[in-house]
Nanobody, 114 residues
């Protein structure tokens, strides 16, 4: 069974940076990898995606500030978050998808103070 383990969350001041990591157990290269987030009282929303062929897509709210990347040798996807804003505060979830199969990580908390 594929498992995702996230790390890198924490508390940062507005304008600061954090890098999230998500490591997959299994055959990494076949998966499109994404990051989503869920703020208290809100629905989970899309943040960024990197496909198995390294194509990328971003939510409008983070475009130009966040960068998604992957290292297939390390079976890890990263989310570099710069110029963080208080509204970026959320639990960030890693997602792996291939065909009709998808799985989620446990989430990592990101808190941005003003």
């Amino acid at each position: 069974q594929v498992q995702l383990v996230e790390s890198g969350g924490g508390l940062v001041q507005a304008g600061g940076s954090l890098r999230l990591s998500c490591t997959l157990s299994g055959t990494f290269t076949i998966y499109d990898m994404g990051w989503y987030r869920q703020a208290p009282g809100q629905q989970r929303e899309f943040v960024a995606l990197i496909t198995s062929r390294f194509g990328t897509n971003y939510a409008a709210a983070v475009k130009g500030r966040f960068t998604i990347s992957r290292d297939n040798a390390k079976k890890t996807v990263y989310l570099q978050m710069n110029s963080l804003k208080p509204e970026d505060t959320a639990v960030y979830y890693c997602n792996a998808k291939t065909g009709s199969y998808a799985t989620w990580g446990q989430g990592t908390q990101v808190t941005v103070s003003s």
